[in-house]
């Protein structure tokens, strides 16, 4: 069984802005026309940039996806609401796909309880067993965590450029946040193998951003990244554990098609995949 533990003293708290006026907070949500798809925006997020991109997916296609802000701190129910209409984070930004002639990207959540780990799957939990241990804390930065993401993204060609991320880009992308956060560590002896960030709502988990070690591989880190962050969203009693975007012709998105059953949103509504 894996050694699973939270840090000593570790209390998951909110990371971003302070509260709302409860008119704010209660807020209405719209829905925004997209090509192949409908986002659900709510009101009280500022759009805040909007410009066109390469594709960080497709390298023949233009990418367009907004950002949004919000002028608060996310309550519990707002996260799920947003991470249902479609919405991502990066940063303290929400953001959504709204291209000009692709509808590639598809939002995908696992139901927590309807879930079945293939054999493949149950391998991988079995192999990290009593080898593999998990810790989950509030984020935080260092040189290990830095050094880890970098080697991460270079060694696995995520990176569009051969620049180093700093520390304080990595709070940026990871650890500033419109909403409460957790950080999942994966840790072999005491050698830092994994981390995985996730935001939580009242009903929901969402897996933010996972980056390992690759020489530690045949431990398949990224699908136990997955599999450890449905045993806490089952403990937490969450609905969902949100995957981001699923594409299927990107390897780096693709897999996440290997964890049944699952649900994509798909011209506006959250379809039903069950192979």
């Given at each position: 069984m894996i050694d699973f533990t939270r840090a000593s003293g570790a209390v998951a708290r909110p990371v971003g802005f302070a509260g709302a006026p409860a008119e704010i907070l209660n807020s209405p949500i719209n829905p925004t026309v997209a090509y192949g798809c409908i986002v659900t925006i709510p009101s009280f997020l500022s759009?805040?940039?909007?410009?066109?991109?390469?594709?960080?997916?497709?390298?023949d296609q233009t990418a367009l996806m907004p950002l949004h802000l919000s002028p608060h701190r996310?309550?519990?129910?707002?996260?799920?609401?947003?991470?249902?209409?479609?919405?991502?984070r990066s940063g303290e930004f929400l953001y959504t796909t709204r291209c000009p002639s692709c509808s590639a990207c598809e939002p995908t959540r696992v139901a927590v309880?309807?879930?079945?780990?293939?054999?493949?799957?149950?391998?991988?939990?079995?192999?990290?067993?009593?080898?593999?241990?998990?810790?989950?804390?509030?984020?935080s930065v260092d040189d290990r965590r830095v050094d880890l993401f970098n080697r991460h993204?270079?060694?696995?060609?995520?990176?569009?450029?051969d620049r180093t991320i700093r520390d304080w880009e990595y709070e940026s992308f990871l650890i500033y946040s419109c909403c409460e956060v957790l950080e999942v560590t994966?840790?072999?002896?005491?050698?830092?193998?994994?981390?995985s960030i996730l935001?939580?709502?009242?009903?929901?988990?969402?897996?933010v951003y996972t980056y390992f070690d690759p020489d530690y591989s045949k431990y398949s880190?990224?699908?136990?990244?997955?599999?450890?962050?449905?045993?806490?969203?089952?403990?937490?009693?969450?609905?969902?554990l949100y995957l981001g975007m699923f594409v299927a012709d990107c390897p780096h998105l693709s897999y996440k098609d290997r964890f049944l059953p699952q649900q994509r949103?798909?011209?506006?509504?959250?379809?039903?995949?069950?192979q």
């Open positions: 759009e805040v940039v909007s410009e066109p991109e390469r594709c960080p997916y497709r390298k996310l309550t519990g129910r707002q996260v799920d609401e947003v991470l249902a209409g479609g919405l991502r309880s309807e879930f079945q780990p293939s054999r493949s799957q149950r391998r991988v939990r079995k192999r990290a067993g009593g080898t593999i241990s998990l810790q989950v804390d509030v984020p993204r270079n060694v696995r060609n995520l990176a569009r450029d994966q840790w072999h002896d005491e050698v830092l193998i994994g981390v935001d939580v709502g009242e009903e929901s988990l969402s897996m880190p990224g699908t136990l990244a997955i599999l450890m962050s449905l045993e806490i969203a089952k403990l937490h009693n969450k609905t969902w949103r798909i011209e506006g509504k959250w379809v039903d995949i069950r």
